[in-house]
């Protein structure tokens, strides 16, 4: 038997998700990051340049590197399946494409920079993990801790490293998870 017919396409949303980011990478390699700066970042331009609405989307396939490529996707990888499980890659998919409008207008209005990467998408999969074996009337514990750790974190990284990694994308990022979660669970009630 063939054993690569062995191997199943088994969470479609989060290995598409990285394989096109994969794909931009390679492409930003090839036009030495052009193609990061003319679509896969985001930052302030002009409301008459058409390609700034595509790239309030877009940023979140850009990685300047592999390592932050691996990065995100380690993570992506990881928790991605159980949450194409829980909650339907449709689903999924509309989360993905709300926290990266959501991040990509944030960082235009508070940044002067350019932004790219998908750490909103991981840390908006991060919170929504948490709510993934949430009863009725409970809140789990595991969540609490979570959003207080990941959000004082956060937090405190922004005022005391001086470096060029979006913490507000982060904790944006993770609050969309953490809408989505409750969202999804009172819609299961």
Request: charged share 10%; aromatic share 10%; net charge positive.
């Amino acid at each position: 038997m063939n054993p690569l017919k062995r191997i199943q396409y088994n969470a479609p949303v989060t290995l598409t998700f990285a394989l096109i980011s994969l794909l931009v990478l390679g492409l930003a390699s090839i036009t030495n990051s052009r193609s990061n700066e003319l679509l896969f970042s985001v930052y302030r331009a002009p409301l008459t340049d058409p390609l700034m609405y595509l790239r309030l989307f877009l940023h979140a396939l850009g990685h300047a590197n592999m390592a932050h490529y691996f990065n995100n996707f380690m993570i992506i990888l990881l928790i991605g399946p159980m949450l194409e499980e829980k909650y339907c890659g449709k689903w999924i998919v509309i989360m993905i494409i709300v926290t990266a409008f959501v991040t990509g207008i944030l960082h235009v209005i508070i940044s002067s920079n350019a932004k790219l990467g998908a750490s909103g998408i991981v840390f908006m999969m991060i919170l929504l993990g948490s709510f993934a074996n949430m009863q009725r009337g409970k809140i789990p514990l595991t969540l609490i801790l979570a959003i207080s750790i990941f959000i004082g974190r956060e937090i405190m990284s922004a005022m005391t490293l001086d470096n060029n990694i979006a913490y507000m994308s982060h904790i944006v990022g993770g609050l969309c998870g953490a809408a989505f979660g409750f969202i999804a669970n009172k819609n299961e009630r």
